[in-house]
């Protein structure tokens, strides 16, 4: 039994190399039969070191009862690890495999004949598990390292290049593609020298597909991808074509593809940063303009709509200052018949009486005490005329006129004037001079009549002024009343 068991590898090995070198010229040869599981039953997940029965039968009985060529071989082609070829025997009614690979490995199975004509794959993905006993289970290979990486590992669409590189083992290198529940199995021989394979998708939408990397020498490599195919299925994919390569010039072409690629991507980056700042500063400029404009429209509204809301129009107050007759009557608390005392007013009045009475008298040569008098007199006189004058520069002096019949009657206007003159300082000192003078005879009008009343003023003249109108109204009220 021990001398069964190491010549089976041995065969099993020259067997594949035949098969292998066979593989370029046969591996389109599909469709000449078909397998399954003796165990119909049989679930997704299969225990490790466990013998499962095999049926082959032909692809179409009504047009081929071909079988294939005996002995046949079982691939298991391992998600991510090395795939393995079984022996699983020459008789198409007593076909048998044993699982050898480990617990929690992921197969996708096919069988294939001596000529490498292919039996179909089967219709899903197996998942191994523990068995009764691992001693079956044949380890990883520690030999040179011989793995193939794929450039897409997830989803692959229609007419999508799929780029694999080998690496290690014994070139020249076969690379075979299989797809899950797909009759047919393909195989392409790389050219001596060339690590790198690029497979333009031709693979059924929505399914699996998985690329085994084999060596002259019939050696798996490691790291079998497998891509889960999308897109159109429509697979002419005109102008493309699947081709091998240098792995090394692909990956520099690769590179600096991506790195055109990443430039564009940041010059079209940069171009659209700066076109959305210049927008978004435009944009706040304009929000910036429209709110100072709408602020001040409103403020403009604001004060129209004040302008014209009624409100109450207060006058500023300004002082104003009133002299009233009143301050010419007598004071309540002094009886009417009672004597005043004579005061300054008075006998500027008495003199200035003189003063008219000699510049009338001028004329029959009767000199007036005035005239008679020194000028000091005379600017002493008025001096003391000015101590009467009030804050505006005038001084309203009254003489009692016997003419009037309201006086006794009305004691309160007995200080009142008949008649008023508003006359300067000056225009007075200048009568006095003139009725000094030998030409006042001539000037002896411009002085005073008697009873009027003189305004004193430096820089005045003699102005005769009527009275209020409503005080000589109250006169001729009374005379007329008293007559």
Known sequence: MMQTRSTLPIQLFSIWCLVSLALPSLGQSNKQ???????GALA????????LGIIVKPFDPTTNATLGVPPYYMISFAVGSTPQTAFIGTDANNLSWTVTHPAGSRLILSVVDSTGSAGGIAQQIFNVVAGQSPQCV??????????????VTTDLTTCQPWGLTVKGGVPPYVVTLVEVNSPIVTNVTMPNGLDRFTYIDRADPNSSLIAG???LTGRWASGTPLVSTKGSADVTC???SSSSGNATLIQQEQDAANASVQAAKRRHSTVIGAVVTLLLLLAIGVVAVVFFRVRKRKREDQAELAEAKPHQYVETQTEVRMLSITNCLDPPNQKRNQTQPASRKAAIMAEMQNIQTSGNG??????????RSSPASATALFSSAGEGLDRSGSATVAI???RSPSRTSNPGFARFPATSIRQSGKLLESNVLMARSS????????LPAAGEVVFQHQDAGVVRELPPPYADRLRRSQASSSS
């Open 33 to 39: 039969f078909q397998w399954q599981f003796a165990n």
């Open 400 to 402: 009692n006129d016997s």
């Open 238 to 240: 005109v102008g493309l």
């Open 138 to 151: 044949i380890p990883p290979s520690t030999g040179p390292a011989f793995t193939v990486t794929a450039n």
């Open 44 to 51: 997704s997940s299969i225990p490790s070191c466990i013998t």
């Open 213 to 215: 990397i084999s060596d």
């Open 362 to 371: 001028a004329r029959q040569n009767r000199p007036s005490s005035l005239s």
């Open 439 to 446: 030409e006042s005879e001539y000037l002896g009008s411009g």
